[in-house]
């Protein structure tokens, strides 16, 4: 190894553990002992995540996220791919510029969309509602799906559609049968972020939520502004937990498949 070598793989692991130590620290915390957040803690318990279970706000607003979760990484998954499919295999002038108005909430900073959201959700009636929290994180988490599917259907060979559609084939069973199989591992990237993306989401869900409609996430944040206790850490624990093991799951799924990994 030469010594440029060495220092990109120093310069690299450095940046690793500047990324993970705060996460290792969190997690530590969220053992602690004590009645408030410090470190090192002075011993371990489990009172913070038996008190998160067993807080009605908390999990009241965990049922919140999942309720929100499912549907929106479903629909943003259904949406996300027939975009894609569509946008790949159309020729009309005016798909790049579909395609840049679905990619627009990765562009736009996050904060303005909130705020048309909001104007646009009190509106319609959908503000502080279960449906409104779900059209809303679905906008936001369509994109990633249009990304993931959409170089993978790029991947397909359009010759294996047309010849099962020679073969009598229709388009849905054309689909079924030969071009799902083939992308789905970029479908089920697109789902777990879907998932991922919509559980964490903060920003937005601030705007459209209320005291009786409120993500864990907007619990969180309430929960730091007022009385912060390590059951904070607890949670944080558990988001990052989930989200470790939904991209596990992603990178196992691509490497059966033999496709390259996204990230």
């Known amino acids: 190894m030469t010594m440029w070598t060495w220092i990109r793989v120093m310069v690299c692991a450095l940046v690793v553990i500047y990324m993970l130590v705060p996460l290792a620290i969190v997690l530590i915390i969220s053992f602690s002992s004590a009645p408030f957040l410090t470190f090192p803690p002075p011993g371990l318990s489990l009172q913070w995540y038996d008190k998160f279970f067993s807080d009605p706000a908390w999990v009241r607003s965990l049922l919140v996220s999942l309720q929100v979760m499912v549907p929106t990484a479903i629909m943003a998954t259904v949406c996300g791919t027939a975009a894609a499919l569509g946008l790949s295999r159309s020729a009309f002038r005016g798909a790049a510029l579909i395609n840049g108005i679905l990619m627009a909430p990765l562009v736009v900073p996050v904060i303005i969309t909130a705020a048309a959201m909001f104007g646009v959700f009190r509106v319609w009636g959908l503000y502080g509602t279960l449906p409104g ?11 990633y799906v249009l990304s993931t599917v959409g170089a993978s259907v790029q991947l397909v060979d359009r010759r294996l559609e047309d010849a099962a559609a020679n ?29 991922v993306i919509s559980f964490d989401e903060l920003i937005v869900s601030l705007f459209i939520s209320t005291p009786t409609v409120r993500p864990v996430t907007v619990q969180m944040w309430s929960n730091i502004r007022g009385d912060t206790d390590p059951t904070i850490a607890a949670i944080a624990t558990l988001l990052f937990l989930f989200s470790l093991a939904a991209l596990l799951t992603e990178a196992l799924a691509r490497r059966k498949s033999g496709q390259p990994d996204v990230l």
């Open 133 to 143: 929290l779900v059209l809303a994180h679905t906008i936001l988490t369509i994109p």
């Open 167 to 195: 073969l009598g084939a229709r388009p849905w069973t054309t689909f079924r049968r030969v071009t799902l199989p083939l992308i789905f591992p970029a479908v089920l990237s697109g789902l777990l972020f879907s998932m």
